[in-house]
């Protein structure tokens, strides 16, 4: 992955999501780092997840020790977060095992994800409309005049996700990625295909995969449409958080 991606001035999927979800002006404040970035210490479990699957830094430390009581264990925690490294707890680590058991032995695994003629954590990048764009695929498959994108995704709320891809704006994340995709493969949008492998991160550790139809990846466009066109009206004026516009709230009574 080239250097400091993440501070690339291109727009990715990650950017734009902002638009949709908080306006132009936040979405540029936060793209241009004015923003704080989360404290969270939560630990992500699908960055684990991600980094067995597909490769990457190793940023996570097992914690052997059941509590931080003793002198030595402090000094192990210590050193840890000295280095950066995110602690996962013993009980974390079987859950992560389980899920990457589990992704491995899928039967579309081998098909959509983890073949050999697969590629993972593929920089791509393409201009839409004068709008640089650039998005990293966690695998992609070339095989003739066809591409296969595939992203993995974990939830724990894994019966919810055909609903919820909508509203996290995974169509715009499909859209941007099949544009960008066939572009930078020079391949017909018409001939790539966009799937997700989605794990659950809590019993049973369910796994399955998903192909983005038709009318989602123009659901997906249409939102792309959108951002662009902010984007373009934003020009380089900063950011304004003076919201002028009065909307009528509707009727909230019970």
């Keep these: 992955m080239t250097k400091n991606y993440h501070d690339r001035p291109e727009w990715s999927y990650s950017d734009m999501k902002l638009i949709l979800d908080h306006g132009i002006d936040y ?21 684990l997840v991600h980094m067995l699957i597909l490769g990457g830094e190793d940023n996570f430390a097992i914690c052997e ?3 931080y009581r003793t002198k030595a264990a ?37 098909k959509y994800l983890l073949g050999n003629d697969y590629k993972h954590e593929i920089e791509m990048y393409a201009k839409a409309d004068g709008i640089n764009l650039r998005g990293k695929a966690d695998a992609v498959k070339i095989d003739g005049e066809v591409m296969i994108i595939t992203d993995l995704k974990t939830t724990a709320q894994f019966d919810k996700f055909h609903k919820s ?9 499909a859209a941007v990625y099949t544009l960008i995709g066939s572009a930078s493969q020079k391949i017909s949008s018409n001939f790539t295909n966009y799937y997700f492998c989605v794990a659950e991160t809590v019993l049973p550790y369910r796994v399955q995969f998903f192909h983005a139809g038709l009318e989602f990846i ?24 003076m919201l002028e516009e009065i909307p009528e709230l509707g009727d909230f009574s019970l």
């Design 65 to 67: 020790y059941d509590n």
């Design 74 to 110: 402090q000094e192990w925690r210590d050193e840890q977060l000295a280095a950066h490294k995110n602690i996962v707890t013993k009980a974390q680590w079987l859950d992560v095992e389980a899920i990457y058991e589990h992704i491995i032995e899928h039967p579309h695994a081998e």
């Design 27 to 47: 979405a540029v404040a936060k793209k241009r780092k004015m923003l704080p970035q989360p404290q969270s210490k939560a630990i992500d479990l699908g960055q």
């Design 165 to 173: 891809a909508s509203w996290n704006h995974y169509d715009l994340q």
């Design 218 to 241: 123009e659901a997906g466009e249409r939102k792309l449409r959108q951002c662009i066109d902010a984007v373009k009206e934003f020009g380089d004026r900063e950011p304004n958080f």
